[in-house]
């Protein structure tokens, strides 16, 4: 079975503190995304990569960026962290070729920033 | 941008009835796929359509495609207690678009017992 592996599955922070938080896929895909999710606006894409080294900007990236410095590995880092940045944060790994992609979830990371 | 809404937003039925989820999109897609989410948790694949398909079974799962209306639905038969989660669609674009899934907002389905 596929597995993605979120590091935290609470966190609270300060305002202000940088946050790293870590997702590890062992499939060996290609393609990775953080998502966060937040009562009535569903899941939106932060950022997403296709490759080592490699990353694309989603719908909402502002205050957030990332690492992929291993292809097993993406990182989503809070700079500054600010209390609107308190949500449910997913990272998913996507198997497939184009057309018939599957998107595999770790259990999601519940960031509250005080 | 959201490119798949669901509806409805939340859905109550009574355990052994049947539950229904729509799903609308707006661009051309290459599949869609629902997935579900219990309270708290990550998101599990449930079932993938492909734009060339027009139903699909999977155990109490029945998934349709109208590509003409840009819409699915999720059926669920003789529901249970345990079904009780989130369902979301996801739209896989077309070919020239970035390569990623997009999800709508979901519908929360509660099955009482």
């Known amino acids: 079975d596929v597995k993605v592996t979120q590091s935290s599955r609470y966190l609270v922070k300060r305002t202000g503190e940088k946050v790293f938080l870590e997702c590890v896929q062992d499939?060996?895909?290609?393609?990775m995304f953080w998502y966060r999710q937040d009562p009535g606006l569903g899941l939106r894409l932060i950022y997403f990569?296709?490759?080592?080294?490699?990353?694309e900007k989603g719908d909402i990236p502002e205050g957030y960026s990332v690492s992929r410095e291993k292809k097993e590995r993406f990182s989503l880092i809070l700079e500054s962290a600010s209390t609107n940045q308190t949500s449910m944060y997913l990272c998913a790994s996507e198997w497939g070729d184009p057309g018939d992609t599957e998107a595999f979830f770790g259990q999601g990371t519940r960031l509250t920033v005080v | 941008s959201q490119q798949g809404e669901e509806d409805p937003q939340a859905l109550s039925i009574q355990e052994g009835e049947n539950a229904t989820m729509n799903c609308s999109y707006k661009t051309s897609i290459n599949n869609l796929q629902w997935y579900r989410q219990n309270s708290g948790r990550g998101l599990v694949h449930l079932i993938l359509i492909r734009s060339n398909e027009r139903e699909k079974h999977s155990g109490r799962l029945r998934v349709t495609l109208d590509t003409s209306k840009k819409s699915s639905s999720l059926l669920i038969t003789a529901s249970r207690a345990a079904d009780t989660a989130s369902y979301f669609c996801a739209t896989d674009a077309m070919p020239g678009s970035a390569r990623q899934l997009t999800f709508g907002s979901g519908t929360q389905l509660t099955v009482l017992p």
């Open positions: 499939m060996d895909h290609e393609n």
């Open positions: 990569s296709y490759d080592v080294k490699m990353k």
